[in-house]
């Protein structure tokens, strides 16, 4: 009877002391995809004797072009998506321009067929469409970039498989004239698709327009996913209206007078900047009842960040994927992408779950290549962001950023896989890149607003920033991503040490662990004595 006993105490201590584990340690996070479109490595493109003999002085394509990577053909009947917001002077906000509609009708035709493909090839994807400029400074640039939303002859939501990605009706051709390497996107977005959930897909292509029965080169492009709820985007469960709580995602932005911006209380006491906007459910979709309990909850996760007390502020980890923010934080330090946090930032929570940060998005500003002022290898910059601002002031927060930096870098974010990426997509692109720089280089040098200010190093002398050559934006890629990438490590020691809150999760878990095991072990050994 007695051993019976003890073996069924030992039982129950033992089921405890794994529950216990179980729900301290458990931090909901997303899977990342199993599959992507960065999952194979880029084929080197065939050498071409002349990579422009297809493009005519004024960038029409003679019927002879081809290309390896797939060619997508925009057709609006010579209707050009007009610009649709315009800078407020006074707000220092970009603003839709009133009457404008900012989508006109089209078609997209996608020819990837696999192999090298032709101007005169069938398609693999043809859809109706409707088109409009997408981003605010940078719809002032010659080149424009597009949101497409593929759309059914009478008007429906259109969900297609373009280039083998996830099924969906709306699409990103991002094709920023301000990076001359036409890299920084798709090399962060593939390495993150490593280790970051949900990160979009998004891969190259060469964009034309069709004009009747002429072909308008347009330039290299990614097409890509957005960032939105669905099953081959961020799949978190969709919205319900009956019920009380639901799974969300928000953006913190820029103010936009057409979302819903939310009333937190980190934005209404002006503990942090910028503003948190509704993403998911949609504006049109969602109840006031809705919109209050995303308020409370983020409310409630930023009162706690913006804690002074301690014992309030070490309890973040109930609400947050500090794991998420950790690999957020991480990867955008790498590529010094200083918009992190502040701008384009997205944050979701699935129900019962925790609130996480990302995907990542839009680095067309990372690796020195934001126009104000250069990046400084040998410093931080995302834990200035709001939220970020608060997290690094915790030892136990940057430890966790110190010990997964150490294993990202001897992985995913080694200096051989980083450089070895960077080798691939310049052999990939090559022939491509050709025709990218004869269409817009001399455009883009002249461009208003765009061109890399210069700097005075320590000795004072003036560093010009400026590109001339793609071989220099490729070495610089390698040579910038080199330093920071082994500059970091010391910065975040020297973070550590300014840190003033202490929440070691870590320590605390085993004194709860071995208080449990001691709860239960004392009635064992007074049984046993019986």
């Known amino acids: 009877m007695t051993n019976r006993r003890i073996t069924s105490l030992i039982v129950i201590a033992v089921s405890l002391i794994i529950t216990l584990s179980m729900t301290i340690y458990t931090n909901k996070k997303a899977a990342v995809k199993s599959t992507n479109s960065y999952s194979e490595p880029l084929v080197s493109a065939d050498k071409e004797d002349n990579a422009l003999s297809s493009l005519s002085d004024d960038f029409t394509l003679k019927s002879d072009f081809s290309s390896n990577l797939p060619i997508v053909i925009i057709d609006t009947e010579s209707i050009e998506p007009p610009v649709n917001t315009k800078f407020n002077e006074q707000t220092l906000l970009y603003e839709p321009i009133k009457d404008i509609e900012p989508f006109v009708d089209g078609t997209i035709s996608v020819l990837d067929n696999n192999k090298r493909n032709l101007l005169t090839d069938n398609p693999t994807s043809k859809s109706k469409i409707k088109i409009k400029l997408r981003g605010n400074t940078s719809m002032k640039y010659a080149k424009p970039q597009y949101l497409v939303k593929l759309i059914t002859e009478t008007g429906q939501d259109n969900e297609l498989s373009l280039l083998g990605m996830g099924t969906d009706n709306e699409w990103i051709i991002n094709g920023t004239m301000t990076d001359k390497s036409m890299m920084r996107n798709y090399l962060a977005y593939r390495t993150a698709s490593k280790f970051l959930s949900y990160t979009p897909d998004a891969l190259y292509c060469e964009v034309v327009i069709k004009e009747k029965d002429a072909y308008t080169y347009q330039g290299v492009y990614l097409m890509?996913?957005?960032?939105?709820?669905?099953?081959?985007?961020?799949?978190?469960s969709k919205y319900k209206a009956t019920e009380n709580y639901n799974s969300y995602m928000v953006r913190r932005d820029r103010y936009d007078e057409e979302a819903i911006m939310l009333k937190t209380y980190a934005t209404q006491n002006k503990l942090s900047s910028g503003y948190l906007g509704l993403r998911y459910p949609s504006k049109i979709n969602v109840n006031p009842k809705m919109i209050d309990y995303i308020e409370k909850d983020i409310s409630k996760i930023e009162k706690i960040l913006y804690s002074d007390n301690s014992s309030e502020f070490s309890t973040?980890?109930?609400?947050?994927?500090?794991?998420?923010?950790?690999d957020y934080f991480i990867i955008n330090e790498y590529f010094g992408n200083y918009d992190a946090g502040n701008n384009s930032t997205y944050m979701y929570k699935e129900l019962g779950g925790k609130l996480s940060i990302g995907p990542v998005w839009d680095f067309d500003g990372a690796v020195d290549n934001f126009?104000?002022?250069?990046m400084n290898v040998k410093a931080l910059a995302v834990q200035t962001a709001p939220w970020?601002?608060?997290?690094?002031?915790d030892k136990s927060f940057v430890l966790k950023l110190q010990k997964r930096y150490a294993q990202l870098r001897r992985t995913y974010l080694s200096e051989e896989n980083i450089t070895n990426d960077i080798n691939e997509i310049e052999a990939y692109i090559a022939p491509a890149q050709e025709r990218e720089w004869a269409r817009w280089n001399e455009i883009r040098s002249k461009q208003d607003g765009y061109a890399l200010k210069p700097y005075r190093d320590a000795e004072g002398d003036k560093i010009n920033r400026e590109i001339s050559e793609y071989d220099q934006d490729v070495f610089k890629l390698k040579t910038i991503?080199?330093?920071?990438?082994?500059?970091?490590?010391?910065?975040l020691q020297a973070l550590g040490q300014v840190a003033t809150k202490e929440t070691d999760w870590t320590s605390r878990t085993n004194l709860i662990l071995l208080f449990v095991v001691a709860l239960f072990c004392i009635p064992i050994i007074y049984v046993s004595r019986e």
Not at 316 to 323: A, E, F, K, L, S
Not at 481 to 491: A, V, Y
């Open 224 to 236: 890509g996913e957005s960032v939105k709820q669905g099953l081959n985007r961020v799949d978190i």
């Open 316 to 326: 973040y980890p109930y609400y947050i994927n500090v794991d998420s923010f950790i």
């Open 371 to 374: 126009t104000e002022k250069p």
């Open 388 to 393: 970020f601002d608060r997290l690094t002031k």
């Open 481 to 491: 991503l080199r330093k920071h990438g082994n500059e970091i490590p010391k910065s």
